[in-house]
C-alpha cells in the first residue's frame, strides 16, 4: 500500500501527519494524568472526548482514502499483504504490552486492530461510489445511536454497539467507526485530484515535516508512547 516517496501525494500525506501531531499530543497529556503531573479526565470530560473522536476521525478516514489510493490501477498483492502482516503484527503487540503494562484493561480491539479489519473488508466496497456514502452515514448513526446487551459479550465486543465502554485503554469497534472508513473510501476520488493539485505544498518545510510523519505514521504511533512513559518515568 505504501508507493515510493517520489509517487505519494504530499497533501494525503501531510493530513496524516497533522493526525499523528493530534495523536502524540493526546497521548502525551494522557501520560501527564496517568504519572499524576496533570489532572485531566480522559473519561468524561467532553474536551478530551471529543479531540479523541477527531482524531480517530482523521485516521480512519485516510484509512478509506489510502486504500483508494492503493488500488486506482491494480492492487500491488505483496505490498498489500506485506503491510496488512505489519499492522496485525503491531496490533499483537500493543495487546501484549497493554496486558502487562495495564493488567486487566488490555487493548483488545484498538486502532490497530480495527485498521486491520478494515483494510481487508474495505476492499469489498472499492466500487461502491454513492453507497460508500449513504451507508457509511447510516453505519456510523446506527454505531453511535444503537445499543444492545447481546454485544456486552467479550466475544462480541469488537463490533461496537455495547450498552457500555469496555475497561480498557484503547476501543475501536467496527460500529460505528468502518462507518468512517466508507467515508473515506466515498472522498477518496475527490481527495486525490485535489492532492494532485496541491503537490506544489511540499515545497515548504512545515509540510515535509508532516508529510514525513504521514509516511512513517505506524513507526511513530510504536514508538511514541514507550519514549515519553520512560522519559516520564526517568523524570518522576
Same mark, same amino acid.
Given at each position: 500500500?505504501?508507493?515510493?516517496?517520489?509517487?505519494?501525494?504530499?497533501?494525503?500525506?501531510?493530513?496524516?501527519?497533522? %493526525?499523528?501531531?493530534?495523536?502524540?499530543?493526546?497521548?502525551?497529556?494522557?501520560?501527564?494524568?496517568?504519572?499524576?503531573?496533570?489532572?485531566?479526565?480522559?473519561?468524561?470530560?467532553?474536551?478530551?472526548?471529543?479531540?479523541?473522536?477527531?482524531?480517530?476521525?482523521?485516521?480512519?478516514?485516510?484509512?478509506?482514502?489510502?486504500?483508494?489510493?492503493?488500488?486506482?490501477?491494480?492492487?500491488?498483492?505483496?505490498?498489500?499483504?506485506?503491510?496488512?502482516?505489519?499492522?496485525?503484527?503491531?496490533?499483537?503487540?500493543? #495487546?501484549?504490552?497493554?496486558?502487562?503494562?495495564?493488567?486487566?484493561?488490555?487493548?483488545?480491539?484498538?486502532?490497530?486492530?480495527?485498521?486491520?479489519? %478494515?483494510?481487508?473488508?474495505?476492499?469489498?466496497?472499492? *466500487? %461502491?461510489?454513492?453507497?460508500?456514502?449513504?451507508?457509511?452515514?447510516?453505519?456510523?448513526?446506527?454505531?453511535?445511536? @444503537?445499543?444492545?446487551?447481546?454485544?456486552?459479550?467479550?466475544?462480541?465486543?469488537?463490533?461496537?454497539?455495547?450498552?457500555?465502554?469496555? %475497561?480498557?485503554?484503547?476501543?475501536?469497534?467496527?460500529?460505528?467507526?468502518?462507518?468512517?472508513?466508507?467515508?473515506?473510501?466515498?472522498?477518496?476520488?475527490?481527495? @486525490? *485530484?485535489?492532492?494532485?493539485?496541491?503537490?506544489?505544498?511540499?515545497?515548504?518545510?512545515?509540510? /515535509?515535516?508532516?508529510?514525513?510523519?504521514?509516511?512513517?505514521?505506524?513507526?511513530?504511533?510504536?514508538?511514541? /508512547?514507550?519514549?515519553?512513559?520512560?522519559?516520564? #518515568?526517568?523524570?518522576?
Amino acid at each position: 500500500m505504501n508507493s515510493p516517496v517520489r509517487r505519494r501525494l504530499v497533501f494525503i500525506d501531510a493530513l496524516r501527519g497533522v %493526525a499523528i501531531l493530534l495523536m502524540v499530543v493526546y497521548h502525551f497529556c494522557f501520560d501527564l494524568s496517568h504519572f499524576r503531573l496533570a489532572d485531566f479526565d480522559f473519561y468524561n470530560d467532553p474536551f478530551w472526548l471529543n479531540f479523541r473522536t477527531l482524531i480517530l476521525s482523521m485516521f480512519l478516514l485516510l484509512v478509506g482514502v489510502s486504500l483508494v489510493l492503493a488500488s486506482r490501477k491494480t492492487l500491488d498483492t505483496r505490498r498489500y499483504l506485506n503491510r496488512l502482516g505489519l499492522l496485525l503484527g503491531s496490533a499483537m503487540l500493543v #495487546t501484549v504490552s497493554t496486558w502487562w503494562m495495564f493488567g486487566d484493561r488490555f487493548v483488545f480491539f484498538g486502532v490497530l486492530h480495527f485498521i486491520a479489519l %478494515a483494510s481487508v473488508l474495505g476492499l469489498l466496497f472499492l *466500487r %461502491a461510489g454513492w453507497l460508500n456514502l449513504v451507508l457509511g452515514i447510516v453505519l456510523v448513526a446506527v454505531g453511535s445511536s @444503537y445499543q444492545s446487551s447481546w454485544f456486552d459479550e467479550p466475544g462480541r465486543r469488537w463490533i461496537g454497539l455495547m450498552t457500555h465502554k469496555p %475497561a480498557t485503554e484503547d476501543y475501536v469497534p467496527l460500529l460505528p467507526w468502518f462507518g468512517v472508513v466508507l467515508l473515506g473510501l466515498f472522498v477518496g476520488p475527490w481527495l @486525490y *485530484r485535489l492532492a494532485q493539485r496541491w503537490q506544489g505544498m511540499g515545497d515548504f518545510r512545515v509540510a /515535509q515535516w508532516l508529510a514525513f510523519s504521514g509516511r512513517h505514521s505506524l513507526l511513530i504511533y510504536m514508538l511514541h /508512547q514507550p519514549l515519553m512513559i520512560g522519559a516520564l #518515568t526517568l523524570l518522576t
